[in-house]
């Protein structure tokens, strides 16, 4: 069951539904109710990216899901790249979701060789509205090689995007993500990662900031197959209005990854009374002389905080603003490159400030 | 004319609690009166009603600022028109440096007030002047707001973004609480170099101590959540040697 398997054969009946445990609450069965075509290839010309100042790298690009299958960084290589996927389909959709937008299913497998050393900007744009979409990255990461990625995720309002990572770490293997959005009207960040060979890490950090009606799903499951590996994951979200965020985590230790060391903690600002953040933080372990540890808290902005900075001259809007600001730039705080915590920053700005509203599209 | 503070038989509640009993208070400006009471006279909720914390319900009276009610306005609005409070227990921000808050504050204020915001190299020279003066050390302004920050210096901190604001109506509510006799010197030395004819201050304060730094032109006595006594400095001194069971009863 998945939205790329429904897309792909124009069968509703394939959705993931509510009755399945990880999709409860980001059910797509009860949401969808037509198939849209399938997105034409694109001709027009893309206009540049956002951070294209900012983070100057070569840009690939998936655009409706098409573009190259592969990337390959070779064996001691150094590499940096952008990587754009582009929803850019004809229909606009009729602003509910509903008809006139397009489906499709992207698909790209990311190998880094041995001692391998690649940081990505990985940015979802959308130049159109109410499309159906699915995108599968395969990530494998050989031994030694070390991978950091910033994802920016600026989908449509009225949109409905699945993006699902696999992550494969050999033997000593670095892998740092960082993914930041604003939601759609459903949305699933899905990070599925093994750690297959001892001495590997993995930093997992995710950022959701949603208004209006939107939607965001940071789901991940991380198992531990060796000994020896790390990981540490940080998950911080602001909703507001009516908007709803979802935590999902499970660090699975299998028996024998001994001397695992896993964290994760899940921290949310509800800003609305009407807004709801669900989360389900999972630490299952098998094995012996394990360190894991984790932390979930949901509440409100501090009102003394509010108050004080209200005293001194800031609109309320303001003070809302400038305080979640702070509680999620701990995450930013997390990203090792300078020139992709850069991004990570001017981003936030962009999605925090009360004139410019969410989405990243206009950022250079 | 009406006084730059005007407060008129002011009641206020809070949670159904009635804590500000018809209290009348007249500051004009240029003037610095300090208000003295015991604890839980009111003090800090008078200083919360003026300033627009929610959570009061204000029952009866009125309070104005230069004639216009102050009661009816956001907190950040009257703020822009000058209300300032320093806080009893100032508040830990974290994630935002102290220099930023103050920056986005006084901004907010120039926006709000139709004026130009300051740029960032004018707003640098201000603070540097003034924390130099309050003898705060300028790296600590890069700290977030307030955390971890020792008591002392959070009402340095208080003072500093008085200075920078320069507002028409500072409220000073037990600055001088857990202050050494230094602090306490470097805190009064800030106020007094804020003392002007166009700006007026409220000194709330338990103990007696402060005032011997700020002579203040007149200081009332808050008990039962009124005014039950108003005098010169040397009120002050009274209640320092008499204690305020006396004032106490008359409420
Ligand atoms: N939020 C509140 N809920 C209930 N009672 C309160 C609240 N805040 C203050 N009070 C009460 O109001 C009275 C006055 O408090 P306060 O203004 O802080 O006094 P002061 O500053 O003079 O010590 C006290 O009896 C206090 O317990
Ligand atoms: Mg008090």
Known sequence: MSLAEALQHGDLTRLPSRREEDWRWSDLRGLIRALPPAAPAFSGALPPGPFAARFPAERLCLVNGRGPDTIEIAAGENARLGLRLVAAGEGQGDGEGQGGGEGYVGRLRLTLGAGASLVLLQTHEALTGGYLAQTDLEIVLGPGARLERLVLVADAADAVAVTLSHVHLAEGATFVETVLTTGARRQRLETRLTHAARHSAATLSGLYRLAGRRHADLTSLIRHEAPQARTDQLVRGVVDDQARGVFQGRILVQPGADGTDSRMGHHALILSDRAEVDAKPELEIYADDVSCAHGATVGALDAEALFYARQRGLSEAEARALLSDAFLGAVLDRIVDPELEAVGRAWLEAAVSPEVGPGAETLA | ?251
């Open chain 2, 1 to 251: 004319m009406s006084a730059l503070l005007e407060v008129r038989d002011l009641s206020a509640r809070v949670e159904a609690k009635a804590i500000l009993d018809r209290l009348s208070l007249s500051l004009p400006a240029g003037e610095v009166h300090a208000i003295m009471g015991p604890n839980g006279a009111g003090k800090s909720t008078l200083s919360h009603v003026l300033s627009g914390k929610p959570g009061y319900e204000v029952t009866g009276g009125s309070a104005t600022l230069d004639g216009e009610d102050l009661l009816a306005l956001e907190p950040e609005a009257r703020a822009a028109r000058g209300v300032f409070l320093s806080f009893q227990y100032p508040v830990e921000i974290p994630g935002v440096p102290a220099l930023t808050f103050l920056r986005t504050a006084l901004n907010a204020q120039h926006r709000a007030r139709g004026e130009a915001e300051v740029s960032a190299p004018d707003f640098l020279k201000l603070v540097r002047a003034r924390a130099g003066a309050l003898k705060i050390d300028f790296d600590m302004l890069k700290r977030p707001l307030n955390v971890g920050f020792s008591g002392g210096e959070k009402k340095r901190m208080e003072i500093l973004q008085m200075a920078v604001l320069a507002p028409r109506l500072a409220i000073l509510d037990e600055t001088d609480s857990g202050l050494d006799i230094d602090a306490l010197r470097i805190v009064a030395e800030g106020v007094n170099a804020l003392r002007a004819p166009d700006r007026a201050m409220l000194v709330i304060t338990h103990y007696q101590r402060l005032l011997d730094h700020i002579r203040p032109d007149r200081v009332h006595v808050l008990a039962g959540g009124r005014i039950v006594a108003s005098g010169g400095p040397e009120l002050a001194l009274q209640l320092e040697r008499e204690g305020y069971d006396k004032f106490a009863a008359a409420a």
